[in-house]
């Protein structure tokens, strides 16, 4: 079962998909696991992440998972219930990496890495709740960069989205159910 979680920047989407991985995990016997795409780039990420950590406490298992996330995907163990925070890092991350390399194709690459992850998506047998921030409710970015990384954040989010059991839009603490494949 794959549960998405898309909100704005704190608009409880984190918490909510938290509460959602614990009363799963609870309901089924499981340990929570929290794979985390983000990398401590400066002083107030880290800020953030060490909140996230103490909002977590102890009880759940880390995967830390920048980069490689379609290629962790397969070895996941149905005895757990994954919270994926965030692909909109992740997403970030890929396009930040093929910059550094030099690379000139960042589109291309992105393109790629979003096909291989929804691939792997696609084929996973595990329940996980995956969250990531629509960005795509403002007007058009002024620069090709920033155009780039939204746009790529918006098709992810559509391919997650259609793959999905359930999509949840979480905004200001309040989550609404946009999609439900329950019977």
């Known amino acids: 079962m794959i549960h998405f979680v898309l909100g704005g920047a704190r608009s409880g989407k984190s918490r909510f998909a938290e509460q959602q991985v614990l009363a799963l995990a609870e309901s089924k016997n499981k340990q929570a696991v929290y794979i985390a795409t983000a990398t401590a780039i400066d002083s107030e990420m880290d800020s953030r992440i060490s909140q996230h ?28 219930i994954y919270l994926l925070d965030c692909l909109t890092l992740w997403l970030n991350n890929q396009l930040y990496a093929v ?51 939204v746009d790529h954040c918006g098709w992810l989010n559509q391919k997650v989205a259609e793959l999905a059991d359930k999509v949840t839009l979480v905004t200001a603490g309040i989550p609404l159910c946009i999609k439900s494949n329950d019977a």
Do not use: F
Not at 61 to 68: H, Q
């Open 53 to 80: 950590q103490n909002d977590r406490g102890d009880s759940w298992k880390l995967i830390e998972c920048p980069l490689a996330l379609a290629e962790m995907l397969p070895g996941l163990d149905n005895n757990n």
């Open 99 to 149: 910059h550094e390399s030099g690379r000139t194709d960042q589109g291309q690459h992105l393109e790629t890495e979003i096909a291989v992850l929804a691939s792997q998506l696609a084929a996973i047998n595990v329940d996980i709740v995956i969250v990531s921030n629509e960005i795509g409710l403002g007007v058009v970015p002024m620069g090709a960069s920033t155009r780039l990384y």
